[in-house]
């Protein structure tokens, strides 16, 4: 955490603790704790009439949250009376909060006449702080307990995902368990039929014709990401017969897929795909999101076990395709693969079992004798060669490397020039010049940095120094303001475990009323603080009119 999350926590942890853990037997405490957040008084308190009409509003908005409100006898929220709704919602979640009819010992709210105020305090240093963490706990809970409400149509059956020996499987639960079938049945997932070995307690075999090993492993994997099944996940199937035969899916509200425009594939960020030695373990959790592939004339199209991950270090920038730090890289699950048929072939290689096992880009040779060993294709770095041992396991294959082009939309763009007020309609945004005048520029999964190099002409130029050193590196000063450890500065040092994209936006001179898109870049070194000098790798080279060629 950051020093003021770490406040925030010593100021008001019983409170970010029971939140928790915090009973629900409704989403109405809930929903209170989002209308204050929303108000922006959940420090300060409000007015209980203030409180419930802002939490209507927000219930009419969600048809959950108006189900969930109707439920057991619950008025309607979209048809009740303003004096009805306050006089209910002061009786059911403000009650609960503030303690009035009960013996609660632990209470964090109370009743100034007809405010709702907070028992606990928080400096004004980390104010922010506490409210983001709340609001991340809040939302969180509702997801949970809203995703649990949710009721299942007739005849379908959810089942956990868990894990045996690192690879996942799917458990029966003890109630609903007599309705799934029993011994060796096909099922049809992702459009395809799979033999499955039913067993008393789990499904942990799957089997496809004309293909060799389990392919359940793959399958879970493709739909929940490396730590499928692990411990502190909730991931689940629903299994259902549907005209005569089992199908099962994941559990989830939408699950993308493919469209007319290209191939949704699953992407782990923050996966550490390391490009050297087993020396970086696997965070506790792993990011996952979507994104869209449209392959290119010549390149295979993803299959259903590809996902995506960006490769880390260059112990494999060598031979005819190198790989480089920050190079998007589609592999493929592992199903019944036999050694001798992969030598030669750049593999995923876990070190042991755990959760946290670190994992390895190597490519798979022999040693002469019988034996295998996993190479770095750097000639230059002076790697020695290792020794797989029997903790070593090829968790997945490399399929290719991905161009620019493939996932960034605006790879039709590149080297094309736009005024700065015209740049936001790309993104699907709107000019305001308080914003999009700063050379740091923030979006939903989007940042855009946009650079003058020579900034001779520029009032505040002295304190930044931006240069290309090569083609595709480019050195730049963050605003003088921005710390490494700073909400900026994270959100640019990160970007390769949260996935979020950088966006090089560059022009020589301010007097230039032009900036030239120069694609996605990814964070190789930082040094120095306020500003942070940070080089940038890009994933395609500059145009040579902004290189002095």
């Given at each position: 955490m950051s020093p003021v999350e770490s406040g925030a926590l010593q100021a008001c942890g019983d409170f970010l603790r029971a939140l928790e853990v915090e009973s629900l037997t409704k989403s109405l405490k809930l929903v209170t704790l989002k209308a204050l957040l929303a108000d922006g008084t959940l420090l300060s308190g409000a007015p209980i009439q203030q409180i419930a009409a802002t939490a209507r509003a927000l219930v009419r908005r969600d048809r959950r949250l108006l189900a969930d409100v109707a439920s057991n006898g619950g008025p309607d929220a979209r048809s009740i009376d303003d004096d009805a709704w306050i006089k209910y919602w002061r009786k059911n979640p403000i009650a609960a909060w503030t303690g009035e009819g009960s013996n609660k010992a632990q209470l964090f709210f109370r009743l100034e006449g007809e405010r709702m105020v907070p028992r606990f305090v928080a400096s004004d240093d980390c104010s922010e702080a506490l409210c983001a963490m709340v609001s991340e706990l809040v939302e969180?809970?509702?997801?949970?307990?809203?995703?649990?409400?949710?009721?299942?149509?007739?005849?379908?059956?959810?089942?956990?995902?868990?894990?045996?020996?690192?690879?996942?499987?799917?458990?029966?639960?003890?109630?609903?368990?007599?309705?799934?079938?029993?011994?060796?049945?096909?099922?049809?997932?992702?459009?395809?039929?799979?033999?499955?070995?039913?067993?008393?307690?789990?499904?942990?075999?799957?089997?496809?014709?004309?293909?060799?090993?389990?392919?359940?492993?793959?399958?879970?994997?493709?739909?929940?990401?490396?730590?499928?099944?692990?411990?502190?996940?909730?991931?689940?199937?629903?299994?259902?017969?549907?005209?005569?035969?089992?199908?099962?899916?994941?559990?989830?509200?939408?699950?993308?897929?493919?469209?007319?425009?290209?191939?949704?594939?699953?992407?782990?960020?923050?996966?550490?795909?390391?490009?050297?030695?087993?020396?970086?373990?696997?965070?506790?959790?792993?990011?996952?999101?979507?994104?869209?592939?449209?392959?290119?004339?010549?390149?295979?199209?993803?299959?259903?076990?590809?996902?995506?991950?960006?490769?880390?270090?260059?112990?494999?920038?060598?031979?005819?395709?190198?790989?480089?730090?920050?190079?998007?890289?589609?592999?493929?699950?592992?199903?019944?693969?036999?050694?001798?048929?992969?030598?030669?072939?750049?593999?995923?290689?876990?070190?042991?079992?755990?959760?946290?096992?670190?994992?390895?880009?190597?490519?798979?040779?022999?040693?002469?004798?019988?034996?295998?060993?996993?190479?770095?294709?750097?000639?230059?770095?002076?790697?020695?060669?290792?020794?797989?041992?029997?903790?070593?396991?090829?968790?997945?294959?490399?399929?290719?490397?991905?161009?620019?082009?493939?996932?960034?939309?605006?790879?039709?763009?590149?080297?094309?020039?736009?005024?700065?007020?015209?740049?936001?309609?790309?993104?699907?945004s709107t000019y305001n010049p308080g914003n999009w005048n700063s050379g740091h520029v923030s979006l939903d999964g989007h940042t855009l940095l946009l650079v003058t190099l020579d900034k001779s002409e520029m009032a505040q130029g002295g304190t930044y120094h931006d240069e290309f050193v090569h083609g595709d590196r480019l050195i730049w000063s963050s605003q003088s303001s921005t710390s490494q450890e700073s909400k900026r500065g994270r959100e640019l040092l990160d970007c390769l475990d949260t996935g979020r994209e950088i966006h090089l936006w560059v022009r020589r001179r301010k007097t230039d009323v032009v900036f030239t898109y120069c694609g996605l870049a990814v964070s190789i070194e930082a040094t120095g603080d306020k500003p942070i000098r940070i080089t940038w790798r890009l994933l395609d080279s500059a145009p040579a009119i902004l290189l002095g060629k």
């Amino acid at each position: 955490m950051s020093p003021v999350e770490s406040g925030a926590l010593q100021a008001c942890g019983d409170f970010l603790r029971a939140l928790e853990v915090e009973s629900l037997t409704k989403s109405l405490k809930l929903v209170t704790l989002k209308a204050l957040l929303a108000d922006g008084t959940l420090l300060s308190g409000a007015p209980i009439q203030q409180i419930a009409a802002t939490a209507r509003a927000l219930v009419r908005r969600d048809r959950r949250l108006l189900a969930d409100v109707a439920s057991n006898g619950g008025p309607d929220a979209r048809s009740i009376d303003d004096d009805a709704w306050i006089k209910y919602w002061r009786k059911n979640p403000i009650a609960a909060w503030t303690g009035e009819g009960s013996n609660k010992a632990q209470l964090f709210f109370r009743l100034e006449g007809e405010r709702m105020v907070p028992r606990f305090v928080a400096s004004d240093d980390c104010s922010e702080a506490l409210c983001a963490m709340v609001s991340e706990l809040v939302e969180w809970r509702l997801a949970a307990y809203l995703k649990n409400r949710r009721p299942l149509a007739p005849g379908v059956v959810r089942c956990k995902v868990s894990h045996s020996s690192g690879n996942p499987i799917v458990r029966f639960p003890d109630r609903g368990r007599e309705a799934l079938p029993s011994g060796t049945v096909e099922f049809r997932a992702n459009g395809n039929t799979y033999e499955g070995d039913f067993q008393k307690i789990a499904l942990n075999v799957a089997h496809k014709s004309g293909e060799i090993g389990n392919l359940l492993h793959a399958l879970l994997r493709g739909w929940f990401g490396p730590v499928a099944g692990h411990s502190g996940t909730n991931h689940a199937v629903l299994f259902e017969l549907v005209d005569g035969l089992w199908t099962m899916r994941p559990d989830a509200e939408a699950v993308p897929s493919a469209s007319s425009v290209g191939i949704i594939v699953p992407l782990f960020p923050n996966y550490a795909v390391a490009c050297g030695a087993f020396d970086h373990p696997q965070p506790e959790t792993i990011a996952t999101k979507r994104t869209t592939i449209v392959p290119i004339v010549g390149a295979p199209a993803p299959d259903a076990g590809d996902f995506l991950v960006f490769a880390r270090g260059d112990s494999m920038d060598g031979g005819s395709d190198p790989i480089r730090h920050g190079d998007p890289l589609m592999l493929r699950w592992a199903r019944g693969v036999d050694r001798r048929q992969l030598v030669g072939q750049v593999v995923l290689v876990r070190q042991g079992d755990a959760r946290n096992a670190p994992t390895a880009l190597k490519r798979l040779g022999a040693d002469g004798r019988g034996g295998f060993l996993l190479r770095s294709d750097n000639v230059a770095a002076g790697l020695d060669p290792i020794e797989p041992t029997a903790a070593n396991r090829i968790v997945a294959l490399l399929v290719r490397k991905l161009r620019q082009v493939e996932f960034n939309p605006l790879a039709t763009e590149m080297h094309r020039q736009y005024r700065r007020e015209d740049i936001p309609s790309l993104y699907g945004s709107t000019y305001n010049p308080g914003n999009w005048n700063s050379g740091h520029v923030s979006l939903d999964g989007h940042t855009l940095l946009l650079v003058t190099l020579d900034k001779s002409e520029m009032a505040q130029g002295g304190t930044y120094h931006d240069e290309f050193v090569h083609g595709d590196r480019l050195i730049w000063s963050s605003q003088s303001s921005t710390s490494q450890e700073s909400k900026r500065g994270r959100e640019l040092l990160d970007c390769l475990d949260t996935g979020r994209e950088i966006h090089l936006w560059v022009r020589r001179r301010k007097t230039d009323v032009v900036f030239t898109y120069c694609g996605l870049a990814v964070s190789i070194e930082a040094t120095g603080d306020k500003p942070i000098r940070i080089t940038w790798r890009l994933l395609d080279s500059a145009p040579a009119i902004l290189l002095g060629k």
